[in-house]
């Protein structure tokens, strides 16, 4: 091993080769030891050798050499030209006129560029680019799933089909049965009446036999055959047998019958990642102020609504808000006004079952007696999901644009929720990693900050938090003492700006609030009463629907403040 290039060794001068390093010439760039340094420095006169002690190596800027003058070290910067010069580069009156600064003020603003450009990309970029690699991974992970859900569906749309065609094929040959009944016995019918008339002329013979055998012609005289009657042949019976016919199709009519696949689409979307960052922004992918939880959250306003009975807020700014009760009209309020902005109708007359509003700013319904998920735009409502065999129930938008809906099975034995982008299913959560349901009821849905999907489950008294995935991360259960010590009852659920989640709890007439990892933070009440509906505007403002003296209400708290 060659001590000089040995890991394990010291570094040595670069000119004896047998030394320690000491020094460290910064202009040439060259490891000394102290014996060299003078040696080194009379090598080439024409440089000014900066000598440091190699500790200090890099310390002192390195001038850039003048291209027009040998030698000479550049410590200005012509701007007009965009080129380091040097003093005689400014005294051959070449850059007279031009804006020139100290080489030294372009190095420090370029260094701070640079700078704040490596934060940039430390901070934000790689981040983000971290994160894109992370939701491929999360995309990649989901195919199974899907796939394997789309191949079930198939099977299972298979499996109606054998089921309808092998009901058909049962109900032909049962007809083919009858009518070989029917057949058979017109057959046998017939069969007897020949062989009545068989034995009518056997007997008619014998009886003529035995005459013949006589000589008595008075009885020659009485008889009468019946051949007259015999000559005339019975009528004979036909049957047309019945033929099947089976329907010629073409394979590709069979596959228009059936079903069929929509293309592979593999797009490549712009803008379709937002990039991570630190700056406060009204983008959504921006990092919201710190706020932090007042310790005593005050009422801001009130507002009477016409309901009997009131279950829904949902904003569509920070001024207006969307309600549903128990009747089949939702209502737009003006809060700083107080006053009713609008009412639309739902479509079949019917009550709508949830509320939400989209990126857009449009209004979506649930009609649980229609099976439909419609939305509202510019007044019109539009169907936008039909579903078969499930009924919609709870619904709400996502950040993505993507509605998530709560569903019942027909049977109510099943629940689950389907990520809808536009009227397309593109995942659905029901089950847990060990085949366990995760929901025992319908609730409320709202998407966290951090992408994870929040349900209030009346059933099991929970919030269940499952990530993007789908894949279980907590319950949250209540919290003990309860204001009332009532056991928890979860109903309308939202999130804020710093992923908290808020839950309504009409048992105990207050509001939980939890952190993004399910750990309780404290209570509001402000004089609750059985509150239900539960959103939140851009600026943290709470909006809870209560009743209050026997009035459907909806209060506007505060609860927190910016750090």
Known sequence: MDPRTSAQDVMRCDLCDTAVVQMHCDTCLVNLCKACVGEHMISDESKKHEIVRFQLRKSTLIYPLCKFHKNERCEMYCN???IPICSACIASGNHSGHNILQIIKVYNARKEEIEREMKEIEQNIYPTYQNIASDVQNRISQLEKEYGDLSTAITKHGEDWHREIDKLVKNLKAEVEKMKAKHHDALKAHKDEINQLITDIYNEIQASSKLLELNDISLFLKFNTNIQEFRKLPSKVNVTLPHFTP?????EQLIKLFGNLSSLSLTSEEHGYKMKTTKKSPEAGSSPPVRQLLDEPETITSTNTGYDRLYNVVCLSDEEIWTRGNDNTMKLYSINQGSLLKSIRTKSGNQPYDIAVTKSGDLVYTDYWDRTVNIVKNEKIEELIRLQNWIPYRVCSTSSGDLLVIMYSDDYKQIKVVCYSGSTGKQTIQFDDKGQPLY???????????LDICVSDLGAKAVVVVNQAGKLRFRYT????????????PRGI??????HILTADSYNNCVHIIDQDGQFLRYIDCGLSEPWGLCIDTNDNLFVAHTKNKTEVIIKIKYMYIK
Do not use: L
């Open 80 to 82: 007009q030209c965009d």
């Open 247 to 251: 329907t010629q199709y073409q394979p």
């Open 440 to 450: 025992s009821s319908g609730g409320y849905i709202t998407e966290n900050r951090n």
């Open 478 to 489: 209540g919290h003990t003492p309860a204001p009332k010590n009532k056991s928890f009852n």
């Open 494 to 499: 939202t999130t804020d700006s710093q992923s």
